[in-house]
T-cell receptor, first 110, second 116 residues
């Protein structure tokens, strides 16, 4: 049980921002929110993670709701290379496995 | 950043033969590695957790005698699919955690296994 809920798919236009939502309403206080993405025929790639505060890195931004029951991954300017399946995962960073849900398939239109 | 090398990237084998997949952490030591399997259009499913120097822990429904895992060093784990059958055809992916404390799970690029 991945314990996160994401839309199956989303579409975006190239060069526009993309907001990928994730619901994790039963998240515990010690669980981090991780985002990974998987390009076709490749292993997953780390995108970003956070606990309570919003996070920014060179790939994306992560906005975490104040109650931590949901979060949004923000790609500021989608490119064709961002077309992938994006997975939102809860994990307590204690070294146990990552449990993958269905993820969101992002399609980017030129 | 941390790199996990997985080899081979694809393999085709005949039914009944065995195939070995290697997963190496190139620039860090990994006490724990994970093996996943992914069927087309589906998400990753954990098969087993591999710990250096000890027996792997298999998920329910995964046959340990069919999917042999060896984690003999801090940088290498292998998955051997024994007596492969067409239904074992899948995308196999390994993941490793840096034992040195650097955060993150790094994934290999995956191995596409086709059993004919």
């Amino acid at each position: 049980d991945a314990k996160t809920t994401q839309p199956n798919s989303m579409e975006s236009n190239e060069e526009e921002p993309v907001h990928l939502p994730c619901n994790h309403s039963t998240i515990s206080g010690t669980d981090y929110i991780h985002w990974y993405r998987q390009l076709p025929s490749q292993g997953p790639e780390y995108v970003i993670h956070g606990l309570t505060s919003n996070v920014n890195n060179r790939m994306a931004s992560l906005a975490i709701a104040e109650d931590r029951k949901s979060s949004t991954l923000i790609l500021h300017r989608a490119t064709l290379r961002d077309a992938a399946v994006y997975y939102c995962i809860r994990n307590n960073n204690a070294g146990n496995m990552l449990t993958f849900g269905g993820g969101t398939r992002l399609m980017v239109k030129p | 950043g941390a790199v996990v090398s997985q080899h081979p990237s694809w393999v085709i084998c005949k039914s009944g033969t065995s195939v070995k997949i290697e997963c190496r952490s190139l620039d860090f030591q990994a006490t724990t590695m994970f093996w996943y399997r992914q069927f087309p259009k589906q998400s990753l499913m954990l098969m087993a957790t591999s710990n250096e120097g000890s027996k792997a822990t298999y998920e329910q429904g995964v046959e340990k005698d069919k999917f042999l895992i060896n984690h003999a060093s801090l940088t290498l784990s292998t998955l051997t699919v024994t007596s492969a059958h067409p239904e074992d055809s899948s995308f196999y992916i390994c993941s490793a955690i840096d034992s040195g404390g650097a955060w993150g799970y790094t994934f290999g690029s995956g191995t596409r296994l086709t059993v004919v």
